[in-house]
């Protein structure tokens, strides 16, 4: 099932920048995923999978000029991945548009969403 999401999130990213709400959107209701560990685990896979292979950064969005761009958190993949999860749980209800932060695919990304849409 984490696999699904992460070739969805590549799709999806191909043209865009991914908020965290959209992954979590697209794991519990595209997927199925119910809410509580379960999601928090699939998502939280999915982001170590996607930056741990250099397909994507995680940061916060820089909207000064265009086109947008994340400016990546600093950490290795596992303090990115704990910090996203943690700032979330701490909403206490999934991530709202432009909360927490958001996803953008690296070149290498974009070649690997490109090669899965063929």
């Not at 265009?66 to 290795?76: E, H, K, Q, T, V």
């Not at 548009?97 to 290498?108: A, D």
């Given at each position: 099932?984490?696999?699904?999401?992460?070739?969805?999130?590549?799709?999806?990213?191909?043209?865009?920048?991914?908020q965290?709400?959209?992954?979590?959107?697209?794991?519990r209701?595209?997927?199925g995923?119910?809410?509580g560990?379960?999601?928090?685990?699939?998502?939280?896979?999915?982001?170590?999978?996607?930056?741990?292979?250099?397909l994507?950064?995680?940061?916060?969005?820089?909207?000064?000029?265009?086109?947008?761009?994340?400016?990546?958190w600093?950490?290795d993949v596992?303090?990115?991945v704990?910090?996203a999860?943690?700032?979330?749980?701490?909403?206490?209800?999934?991530?709202?548009?432009?909360?927490?932060?958001?996803?953008?695919?690296?070149?290498?990304g974009?070649?690997?969403?490109?090669?899965?849409a063929l």
């Amino acid at each position: 099932m984490t696999a699904r999401l992460e070739r969805e999130i590549l799709s999806r990213g191909l043209d865009d920048i991914i908020q965290l709400a959209e992954i979590v959107s697209v794991a519990r209701f595209n997927l199925g995923i119910p809410e509580g560990p379960d999601l928090f685990a699939a998502v939280a896979y999915c982001l170590r999978a996607l930056v741990g292979e250099g397909l994507a950064v995680v940061g916060d969005l820089h909207d000064s000029g265009s086109p947008l761009a994340i400016g990546p958190w600093p950490g290795d993949v596992d303090a990115v991945v704990e910090r996203a999860i943690l700032q979330w749980k701490e909403l206490g209800r999934a991530p709202n548009l432009g909360e927490i932060c958001w996803l953008e695919l690296t070149e290498l990304g974009r070649e690997a969403a490109r090669d899965a849409a063929l």
